[in-house]
């Protein structure tokens, strides 16, 4: 049986995937600002290394898996912007850093990062912002979000989930992950009735517009099923799976995007083909 890192543990998602993987047997070290077996506040770099000590401590230095649940979703308020860069984006890019070693060590580890389809369904996330992210720079990030005004937070959640959608995509690729048999993936769920989503509908404004926004499928996602995608995400299904985002959102992202991916590589983009082409180091 294996070991498994969770943060965001405390509920919802994080919640059901430990039950999940409760039940098979693994072993799960569980990171949350609550109830969990490392108490860990994401927000600060202080609470990060926390995470990453603790769980290495407690994982003898061999991690079979990691998910990263842990988030905050897009509420009103002055000091959003900042706390969701930290926890959604660099709560999820330093952890796993801090882990990599320990991944690696099991040989064929796993890792399922919470992405969201906000990143491909809300308009006009600033891209300014994304590339400051994955340049590891929260400052010139934020300072992008405030002409939004009280929209700010809501950008500074689609940027946070777009950065890690694409970190997660660019790491997964590179040899220090891929050829140390650790496989990243990314699932983007749409709107799950789980805490966070219900207090979003417990604001008005907030509520009519995820009420207003098309899910094909109509109503909410269950915790549960998305748990039971991240749990095959983690078993040797996923031995040819590398730098995926799994989209399970009811289908607003195919009712918005469904021309543009999969899509050809454009005339505009054959010169960065093909230099990645001559890029690629091995012949298999
Ligand atoms: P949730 O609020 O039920 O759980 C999130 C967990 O993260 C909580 O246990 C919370 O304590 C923890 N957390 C928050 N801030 C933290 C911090 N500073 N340090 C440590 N832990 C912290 O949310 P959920 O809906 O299960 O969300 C799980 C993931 O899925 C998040 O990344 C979220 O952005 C993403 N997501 C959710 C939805 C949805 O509709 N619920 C949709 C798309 C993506």
New binding site residues.
Partial sequence: MGVYAV??????????VCERLRAAEHDVVT??????DVI?????PA?RRT?VEKVLAASGGRLDGAV??????PAPGRERPA?VT???YF?VVELLEGWRDALAAAGNAKVVV?????ATTMPLIPARAVAALLAGDSERALRTYRIFGRNAPTMA?GAS?VAISRWVRRRAVEPEWVDAGIRLNAI??????????E??LATPGEARAIRAFPVPAGG??D?GL?ADWVIHMLSPAADFMVGSVVVV?GGSDAWFRADDWPGPVLARRLRGYLRKMREFRRVS
Avoid: E
């Fill in positions: 943060t965001g543990s405390a509920s919802g998602m994080g919640a059901a990171v949350d600002i609550r109830d969990a860990a506040d994401l927000s600060t609470g995470a990263l649940a842990a988030g905050l979703g706390l930290q926890v959604n709560g919470f992405g969201s389809n906000s959640y989930k983007a769920p749409g709107a799950v009735l789980t805490p966070l989503l207090k979003q909410y996602g915790p998305l959102d």
